[in-house]
Each structure stands twice: as C-alpha cells, then as structure tokens.
C-alpha cells in the first residue's frame, strides 16, 4: 500500500487549499479512506472520511461546512477541499486508509495557514 498526498503549502487566513492523495497496491474503490491531521504538539486527530463509493461522508466538527472530502474511484485518488481556512488548522495532514488488519498512512503534507 502507497499512500502519497499532495496539495499543502502556505495561505492566509479565509484562503483555500486542495490536498490530494494518490493511492496503490489495493483495491481503492473498496476502502474507506480518511483525512487526519496534526498540529505541533498535539495528537493526531481525524478530520473527515468517505466510504467506498462516495456516498457517505463524515467530518469533524471542527471543519464541518468548510472542508469537503471526496474520491475519484477512477484515478485512485481522494481529496480534501479546504475553505474558510483559519490558523488552527495548520498542521500536517495524512491520508490513510485500514487495509488487511493494518492502517496505512502517507508521508503527510504541510499545511500553514498565516494571519
């Protein structure tokens, strides 16, 4: 299993971010995948999740109503669109996914938000 996001970087407050994360070595479109981040300091915490085929989505509440989750089963990839971006959310964001009595992460993407 290869997990690899993209997409983080440096934006002010109230600015917009589009992470993307490339996965292989499963069947994609069979899996839940997940949004989790990191802030220095702090544990690891879930951000939003999507089922296989879309359908369902979750989101902490912290984010609920600007970010959005979604996949396309096509290109093996899941997203994560962030609006209304404020300082707390900067962290390292990871996708991941549970696969085989495992859970798999990637390598994680920056994401900063300044004032």
């Known amino acids: 299993v290869q997990l690899v996001e993209s997409g983080g970087g440096l934006v002010q407050s109230g600015g917009s971010l589009r992470l993307s994360c490339a996965a292989s070595g499963f069947t994609f479109s069979a899996y839940d995948m997940n949004w989790y981040r990191q802030a220095p300091g702090k544990e690891r915490e879930s951000v939003a999740s999507i089922s296989p085929g879309g359908g369902s989505t979750n989101y902490a509440d912290s984010v609920k109503g600007r970010f959005t989750i979604s996949r396309d089963n096509y290109k093996n990839t899941v997203y994560l669109q962030m609006n209304s971006l404020k300082i707390e959310d900067t962290g390292v964001y990871y996708c991941?996914?549970?696969?085989?009595?495992?859970?798999?992460w990637g390598q994680g993407t920056q994401v900063t938000v300044s004032s």
């Open positions: 991941g996914t549970y696969w085989k009595k495992r859970y798999y």
